[in-house]
């Protein structure tokens, strides 16, 4: 068994200890249980864990942050379905129809509430240096979800504004999950900023193969194929071929781009302007270039090759999947 695998087993083993199953009132609870037990690899908890383990940091300091982490990201996850009006999390029902849209919205407070409540037992130094970097994480993403409400109405959104919105959306928690790990294990401030940086752009490149993915991937029968073409999301692809793409291709993509529909001719259209563009490989490599920035931030880190590799392994797992 490998770090990434042992670290999931024990934030699995944690959680079961961390159930609102006995709390009242169970309405408020049970949907934080409901949207913890249908699944997800853990993987942000986990970062934080190999934050902390390149620099021989203790599992029971961290375990605690990281539960919060992924917390956070569920509490995120519900209020995200409800603005999404999404029917489906992870293959299920999401919270706000399995219960209703007020649950959804209280019962994701209350996963927020109980995601810094994870902190209190830090030392007090480390307390308020976690929890503020924390706070400067979770309003970033909010200004994240925001720039990308904002792309659903815009007109054309360029290469930098996009670059920003998945920063903030994606790529400031993976980059602040090592962070704290790193902080709570004792690393230096230059290491423990380096380890940002090595998460953030590790965490751009994780979001442009996800939008690769959308439309070159293997089918995943968990996912819609093309969802992200359906619902006429300016992702890197769109924004890549509005670039490049012949000026007739340009237009039509444009054409369809101006409709919601599920129609297959849609999805069709547009992945033949993607593909007649070459945006696969266009993509593949900026996802190269982020994963390349993001490990000569890894490079300068004081800490052995050895404990680098297992950083390098979650690099590679996020950034080599198919689906």
Known sequence: MNVIEEYQEIVSKALENYQFNNAEPKE?????????????????PVIV?????????????????????E??????????????????????????????????????????IQAYRMFEDLPAEKFKAVTQLFSKTAVELCEGQQY???????????????IKMISLKTGVMMGASLQIGGMIAGGNVEDCQNLYDFGLHLGIAFQLKDDYLDVFGQKDFGKIHAGDIIE??????????????????????????????????????????????????????????????????????????EKKNSLKALAASLIDRQI
Request: with cysteine; hydrophobic share 40%.
């Open 49 to 69: 864990m190999l934050g902390s383990y390149i620099f021989d940091g203790n599992v029971e300091d961290v375990i605690k942050p990281a539960l919060a982490i």
């Open 232 to 305: 006429n999301k300016k992702t890197i692809l769109y924004i890549k071929a509005l670039e490049l793409a012949e000026k007739s291709d340009a237009d039509e993509l444009k054409f369809w781009y101006g409709m919601k529909t599920d129609n297959i001719d849609k999805v069709y259209a547009v992945e033949r302007i993607y593909k007649a563009s070459k945006i696969d490989h266009e993509v593949m490599n900026l996802i190269g270039e982020y994963t390349d920035k993001a490990m000569s931030f890894l490079n300068k880190i004081n800490v052995s090759e």
């Open 71 to 112: 917390f956070f990201h569920n509490f995120s996850l519900m209020h995200d379905d409800i603005m999404d009006e999404a029917p489906l999390r992870r293959g299920m029902q999401t919270v706000h129809l399995k219960y209703n849209i007020n649950t959804g919205i209280l019962s994701g407070d209350a996963m927020l």
């Open 148 to 162: 990308d409400m904002n792309f659903e109405t815009q007109k054309e959104v360029s290469y930098d504004e996009y």
């Open 28 to 44: 408020l609870y049970e949907p934080c249980d409901y949207i913890l037990s249908i699944g997800g690899k853990r993987l942000r």
